[in-house]
């Protein structure tokens, strides 16, 4: 009984190790992408705020486009390389 119950305790820890590595592994996994779409979107308002610059208007603070969707962003970057495109 003794080696049975040590087993059964045994089996119990490896199962609930088991699950926190899978779980230590899925938020590592999801805190890459995270920070990879953060990444982009800080990558994105640098640009605009370069582009902005460059046409010697008011650059925007960054705290502008917070909640604004990476989509959002490279659609005003894209305004504003039209523009850059236009004065030339």
Excluded: C, H, P
């Amino acid at each position: 009984m003794y080696d049975t119950r040590e087993k059964a305790i045994r089996d119990q820890q490896w199962i609930l190790n088991a699950a926190r590595r899978e779980g230590r592994e899925e938020g590592e996994i999801k805190g890459r992408e995270e920070g990879e779409i953060k990444g982009r979107e800080e990558g994105e308002i640098k640009l605009i705020q370069t582009l902005q610059e460059i046409l010697g208007g008011t650059v925007s603070d960054a705290a502008i486009f917070q909640g604004r969707s990476l989509e959002q962003l490279r659609a005003m970057t894209e305004e504003l390389r039209k523009k850059i495109q236009r004065r030339t």
